[in-house]
């Protein structure tokens, strides 16, 4: 037995996921039925004047083949096979639809010389229409998941905005986000575009007494474990594990100007919030997307792992599903030319993987399908599951890792499909942090 695997909870198989086991979809589109056209004549006068009577010709019968004319045949075994067949190839891609069970890897108790660490990423769609629609939707987001770090993208804002006597959003900070100190990187080139933010709670002693509500029924128990997962109480932590610094900005003014990123650097790595470009609905951006930006957030990840001697955590909006199991109708034509779904993203996704990151959902969760962080509402498609995974936790390979003198270890992530309020959900990356 490894090491990771002696300090994870033992899997296994539950029986109570019915709520997440969706049928799977079986589209088909209809054939059209053409109908029939008349083929009746006008009589000539002469035709007309030696005519029989219309009753006694409409129920005579000269033969038995005209009577036959009347009849409808049922289609034979063949032919309604054939056109079976038919319908079946007109869905050539799969429609994945159905959530498997996910089961929890760790149960996020404090001890003396541990704590759990829990960073929740969220694209809110447009921070002021949050607030507005569901006040208390990102307090009950941070009280459940007991939230160290809450992560936003695409809010949307400007720094007028905080002080707008209308929506009254400094005021709504200061109330509802009462324990965490908050950082904002704002759009300086357009109004009301991508936008990030970051809380950090700011330590522990608040609240003793307080722990994690239910997490969800998507998860199924473990052999030590039950569908309430009580993690570690705000009042009852070991010791503080406090932002050492925070910037708001890539440091690289070709990019800086939309307002994409906040760098936060911890004791024992950095963690990165990020919106990536979205390559646009008719690719106009795809370039700048793949051969410029993922190339030079590449570096600078890379840079401040290097030079910080530390391991690096990126997470966000990256505008990419990865493969098939990212998708639930993988192979539908339009996908190769829709943003997120090119070759081009993720084969630009495979070399920052390859460079010596970590996807953590699917690292920890290979064989998870239908676990999906986004949903058109347009077409909506929330209620049937067609989604995305365009949310992630990206992590440098040592964090994977458990060894003896590790400060920090990765230990779970996950979805929360259920918390609405925006054409995303919440996802939530849990740590060990060792003193």
């Known amino acids: ?77 063949a032919a309604a096979a054939e056109v079976k067949e038919k319908k079946k190839k007109l869905v050539t891609h799969q429609q994945w639809t159905e959530m498997t069970p996910l089961t929890r890897l760790w149960n996020p108790i404090a001890t003396e010389n541990s704590r759990p660490f829990t960073i929740v990423s969220w694209n809110v769609a447009g921070l002021r229409a949050l607030v507005k629609n569901r006040p208390d939707a990102l307090p009950d987001l941070c009280r459940r998941t007991n939230a160290d770090v809450l992560c936003l993208q695409e809010t949307k804002l400007q720094m007028e905005n905080m002080d707008d006597k209308k929506s009254k959003l400094r005021e709504y900070f200061t109330e509802k986000m009462l324990d965490y100190d908050c950082h904002w990187s704002y759009s300086l080139e357009k109004k009301g575009y991508s936008g990030t933010a970051m809380f950090i709670r700011r330590g522990a002693g608040e609240d003793k007494g307080k722990k994690q509500s239910k997490s969800g029924d998507f998860f199924a128990s ?36 939309e307002g994409r990123t906040i760098i936060a650097e911890f004791p024992s790595f950095f963690l990165t919030n990020v919106y990536v470009p979205n390559s646009g609905q008719k690719l106009e951006r795809l370039d700048y997307r793949t051969n410029k930006w993922d190339i030079d957030f590449l570096t600078k990840m890379q840079q401040l ?15 990419v599903a990865h493969n098939e199991k990212d998708t639930w109708n993988e192979g539908a034509k339009h996908l190769a030319k829709s943003a997120g779904t090119t070759a081009e993203e993720r084969a630009s996704f495979d070399v920052q ?22 949903w058109s509402q347009r077409a909506g498609n929330r209620e049937p599951n067609k989604g995305l995974r365009l949310d992630y936790f990206i992590c440098s390979k040592g ?11 990765v230990r779970d992530s ?14 939530v990356l ?3 942090i060792r003193k």
């Open 1 to 77: 037995m490894s090491r990771r695997s002696s300090t994870r909870l033992k899997s296994s198989s539950s029986t109570n996921n019915n709520d997440e086991e969706a049928a799977s979809n079986k589209i088909f589109a209809s054939i059209p039925t053409e109908e029939k056209k008349s083929t009746k004549k006008r009589a000539s006068p002469k035709t007309a004047a030696v005519a029989p009577d219309k009753k006694k010709a409409a129920t005579k019968r000269t033969s038995p083949t005209d009577e036959a004319d009347d009849v409808v045949e049922p289609p034979t075994a």
């Open 353 to 374: 993987m390859g460079a010596g990151f970590v996807d953590v959902f699917r690292s920890l969760h290979p064989d998870a399908r239908g676990h999906y962080s986004y």
């Open 430 to 432: 849990e740590i060990e």
């Open 222 to 257: 473990s052999a030590n474990d039950s569908a309430t997962i009580d993690s570690k109480t705000k009042g009852d932590d070991p010791f503080p594990f406090p932002p050492i610094n925070v910037k708001t900005e890539l440091g690289l003014p070709k990019h800086d100007g």
């Open 414 to 427: 996950f979805m929360i499909p259920d918390a609405l309020g925006s054409d995303h959900c919440p996802i």
């Open 399 to 409: 964090l994977m890792e458990d060894g003896d003198d590790d400060m920090a270890i």
């Open 305 to 319: 792992e290097t030079e910080g001697n530390k391991p690096v955590i990126w997470l966000g909006d990256l505008n």
